[in-house]
């Protein structure tokens, strides 16, 4: 598994499909810093801060650039093995399909800590210019924190859509609507079950996220309704991954009729 952790980066780090992550957490702080800006007087947040802008970013990652990024990174990341023709080659190593895309997810994973760490950091530039206060060494480890944990629960959560869309050949960008649109369902569950269970919730839910003052919930969340749908993601992306296997196309080689020379001279 190392050896493919390894050979999986080395060929991640040559790809230009990483600016989409890297573009789209870039916007994240500012859009959601520009919205304040745009809002009428009487509804902008007089007390907008850096706490202030750390949680609209966390929510902002969530919702939307992280899950779209991600799924399409890793749904990359597994089809263009197939595009590209070299699954063939790969399925020649001794390895298991199934511990193939255990090694491609955990590269996702891998790269959603470092989209939380790089979030942090433009978060911190993007307030720091706008002259927002608050800042502070504690706020700064705790929000940055709860910035990363989030991060690395919605890459859970998106692992089953990563792999699912990744394996059909081109469908990844597919996988990064669905993805916005699950994301975006969060708005929707203000009460009951689904406000905690659901796991894009859950992801929130888990880091100690204030459910109730970003999407309106009407009760507080339930931590071990938020553990219950984190696990049932984790089972499922485990049930994906069990019964993986390569398509029917995959690792045939194309036959190629003798023509020319070899056919003409083939009876003397």
Sequence with gaps: MRSIIKGEWRKLRRCQILLVGIVALALCPVVQYGSQ???????????????SLFNSVIWGNTQIFLPISL???GGWIIDRENTNDTMKNLLTVPVSYPRLMGGKLTITVILSLIFGVYSVFVTLLTGTAAGLDGLSPAVLAGQGAQVIGAAFNTCLVCMPVILIFGQIRGAYLGGSLLTFFLGYC??????GFLLSAYPFSAALVLTGFD?????????????????????????????????SHPGSKTGTAKKKKKRGRGRRYSGR
């Design 37 to 51: 800006l745009v809002m009428n007087p009487e509804l902008r947040d007089p007390g907008y801060n850096f706490v």
């Design 71 to 73: 799924v399409m990174i």
């Design 186 to 191: 969060i708005l929707f569950f203000k009460s």
């Design 211 to 243: 459910m109730q003052e970003y999407n309106g919930a009407t009760e507080a969340p339930g931590i071990p309704l938020a553990f219950l749908g984190m696990a049932a993601v984790i089972a499922l992306t485990m049930a994906l991954l069990l019964f």
